[in-house]
């Protein structure tokens, strides 16, 4: 850092005056849409527990704990008594102590006790070793084991410590398969720690799940069963959630007693930018609004230079890079050399680079910080000012859990979330009570997904056979999905169980990315610069792309798929890169349905196909597309989950939908769905994907598809499924509501449209909507029939009697009551959509 840059950190502005300046800088046009005052709350200490030992107690009084917070006492109080339990409260209310207190008096009251803590993050697992450490405790021996302990101390941890700090992916990829050698921590452990649980959601929560039941398993078989405590943001039913991941009753514990600074919540919309000078002025010209990324490296450099110690949330690794460059760049031309005091910080740096980042945060030697929600998560960053979050974060769990880093010393705090031009963001920074007064989701997983249930079966099995009482425990569709492994010779059954076949281990990838991770490699020095999943790898590092790390630009030369590698040279070019692809859907099975006339809603699974073929140059400064270039990569297939609805071509002639204007109109209602759908589920437009065509081959009909972006599906699609009449009725609101007169991003335009956003028809959309709604009944779900065969009755009589009949549109504009056959021989043609 830059020993003579003229801004130190200090407390800065108070939060109404440092918005007041920051609001300044927009002469024209305010773009604060809304101005939330979250009041200071008074804390409610608790006695100590009379178990707690006066050495534990000593402890936490050396680092400013005097007395618990009632709900910490509380945690604490059911977790020793032998309860599993969850503490689900706000950012910063001292969850830690709620699991620690229990946790390290168990330690210290038994000498043989051992603890496995679990955290979504590397960086979290740090922080809390610091913390523990920190309380210099006799023979607790906290160490942590991840992928970035050397080899060398890993035998020391298995035998000596006693409070391991670990994730779950080592949990699985190292521990369970090396249960053998955790022998003697396993048969003593007596609390396994769940930390930000909140987190594990979609197909990423449903392996977890399943880890954490292979973890119960192996333990039972050292005659152990051990207390789970669980910590998570605020979030919907919190109990049944932790439920779900545990596969055991919890109690929640969800009253924050903890004092609280006031904090000043601004909405922000950035302005719209003037035609451009040579721009042909006609009555659909559409006015974009300034970049959300340009707008918050804005806010970040001026908070800098106030003297505010400012964290920026930013949703992707480039935006995160983006961000940092460009408050760099303006501060450093303000005062050369104050640059040096902002960075970025993103998963996929080394592991150097990312430790000297947390201990620069720490110790006040960076004062700005762009980063991707690997910082979102309770890392105790002391003493930040101010949260600038870049577009509405997937959820209001995320929102208050990224606005809850600023002020973590009680004092008051700013947070402003800055909308991109996107239907959600736009919708909820003039919709501002769909974030403030209300509660926020519940965490979506699907244990039983059949992509994730069988291959946890299979790690289990190569861990120790599976029996009986095995089945019960890995929940629903654990015997379909064992006998499925052994008609595909993964398993063998015996009379004592079954056993894996193989001498290798099972290879499962926890996250759902299907892919190994792809370096990427200066092609001139051999040097690895970082990596990138491999689920994103043909958008992001396919050859010609633009990648970007610590604001240093590079040209994708190679990407080899096979070897996971690819080869960069560093350039400067102006202009962005900016993959386009293709999808194709059929319809594999329907598991329930709901006729509502001329409307028909159905749930059910699908095959989609996609294939990145081309990526488009566009100027930086300007947008301004240059070229399309082709791309020769292959093809992906998609097994997963979908909602999707149904409309008969009388009904869009009726509501005045000319038959030219279908597809556009179907498209611009996708677009519009799937970016609201956030707005109901515990997901994000990068989570799901969608697809319209005005015939799809498999209903014949009218169809919009948004189904989930993983294998085997997430919970997504059934939550819209079960959401259907408010998550539509929102989206219709959205479009209606878009100053814009033929479409924008801040409605029906999406940043990831494989078709170019064309071709789209906002009245059109909006019509559309108007037919569904005016079907669907309030509670869009109600009526909903099973579909015969797929393990549950029609619930009434006019099911149809055969799943064989095919569907029809008949005189009266109906589609039908009977969902259409897939056909596997067909594809859709003509289909547009938002692909994921």
Known sequence: MNPAATVTAGPGRPPAELLRRLRARHHATDPVTHVERVPPRAGEPAPWPQWAPEELRTAFARRGVVAPWRHQSEAAELAYAGQHVVVATGTASGKSLAYQLPALATLLADPRATVLYLAPTKALAADQLRAVTGLELDGVRPACYDGDTPRTEREWIRRHSRFVLTNPDMLHHGILPGHAHWSGFLRRLAYVVVDECHTYRGVFGSHVAHVLRRLRRQCARFGRTPVFLLASATSGDPAATAGRLTGLPVTAVTEDTSPRGGVTFALWEPPLLPPAADAVVTDDLTQVRRSALRETAD?????????????????????????????????????????????????????????????????????????????????????????????????????????????????????????????????????????????????????????????????????????????????????????????????????????????????????????????????????????????????????????????????????????????VHAEEPDWSTHARDVTSLSVVSVRSYLDAGPVGLFLGEVDVTSQVVSYQRRRIASGEVIDTRPLDLPARELRTVAVWFTLSPQSLAAAGVEAADVPGALHAAEHAAIGLLPLMATCDRWDIGGLSTAVHPDTEAPTVFVYDGHPGGAGFAERAYRTAAGWLTATRDAIAECGCEAGCPSCVQSPKCGNGNNPLSKPGAVRVLDVVLANLPAAASAPARARPGDGGPATDASAPASASAPASTGTDGRTGSVPALPRQDRTPTGSTGDHG
């Open 299 to 567: 806010l970040l450099a001026d908070s800098v230079a106030e003297g505010v110690r400012t964290l920026a949330f930013v949703r992707s690794r480039r935006g995160a890079e983006v961000v940092a460059a460009n408050a760099r760049r303006a501060l450093d031309e303000a005062v050369p050399g104050l640059g040096e005091r902002v960075a970025a910080y993103r998963a996929g740096y080394l592991r150097e680079e990312r430790r000297e980042l947390e201990r620069a945060l720490l110790h006040g030697d960076l004062l700005g910080l762009a980063s991707t929600n690997a910082l979102e998560l309770g890392v105790d960053l002391v003493g930040l000012d101010a949260v600038l979050i870049c577009g509405w974060p997937g959820t209001r769990a995320s929102l208050w859990q990224q606005a809850g880093r600023a002020g973590r010393s009680g004092d008051e705090a700013l947070a402003v979330l800055v909308a991109r031009d996107d239907p959600l963001d736009t919708y909820l920074v003039h919709h501002p009570e769909a974030l403030f007064g209300r509660p926020v989701e519940a965490t979506v997983l699907d244990p039983a997904n059949p992509y994730v249930l069988a291959p946890q079966l299979a790690c289990a099995a190569a861990e120790a056979p599976l029996t009986a009482a095995d089945l019960d425990l890995f929940g629903d569709g654990a015997k379909e999905a064992v006998e499925g492994l052994v008609e595909a010779g993964a398993l063998r059954q015996r009379p004592t169980g079954w056993y894996w076949r193989h001498r290798e281990r099972p290879e499962v990838d926890l996250r759902g990315e299907g892919a190994a991770p792809v370096c990427v490699v200066e092609a001139a020095t051999g040097r690895l610069l970082g990596t990138v999943d491999g689920g994103s790898s043909h958008f992001l590092v396919h050859p010609g792309a633009v990648y970007l790390h610590q604001g240093v630009s590079y040209v994708v030369d190679a990407l080899d798929l096979d070897d996971g590698c690819a080869l």
